[in-house]
Nanobody, 128 residues
Framework: QVSLVESGGGSVQAGGSLKLSCAAA????????MAWFRQAPGKEREGVAA????????YYADSVKGRFTISQDRAKDTLSLQLNRLSPDDTAMYYC?????????????????????WGQGTQVTVSS
């Protein structure tokens, strides 16, 4: 069983930064691909960033490329998401997810159905 717990959300002004963390108990990084999703009120959940089980290949939504960075600390079983140059459009609940790595993962990483395990989410609010 995999347990994911997010932290690090908060309220910031536009242009600010936050770092989200996901503590993954029971997640074997060599087995799982992991991702961050977000969901704003009234909108569908969308993939933000993902990292392949090899820890080297990373994927980003076009809307966050160059601003967000996904990383993982395998020794600490922690997945992170660094959020820079935040805008009000980034306001959402952010979720950590873990799942298999279906081929071709580079075309599927942003599909919710790929991931079997989800955290409870951490809220990010960006004011203008």
């Amino acid at each position: 069983q995999v347990s994911l717990v997010e932290s690090g959300g908060g309220s910031v002004q536009a242009g600010g930064s936050l770092k989200l963390s996901c503590a993954a108990a029971g997640a074997t990084y060599k087995k799982y691909c992991m991702a961050w999703f977000r969901q704003a009120p009234g909108k569908e959940r969308e993939g933000v960033a993902a990292i392949y089980s090899d820890g080297d290949n990373k994927y980003y939504a076009d809307s966050v490329k160059g601003r967000f960075t996904i990383s993982q600390d395998r020794a600490k079983d922690t997945l992170s998401l660094q959020l820079n140059r935040l805008s009000p459009d980034d306001t959402a609940m952010y979720y950590c997810a873990a799942g298999g790595c279906p081929f071709p993962y580079d075309l599927r990483w942003n599909r919710s159905s790929v991931y079997h395990y989800w955290g409870q989410g951490t809220q990010v609010t960006v004011s203008s």
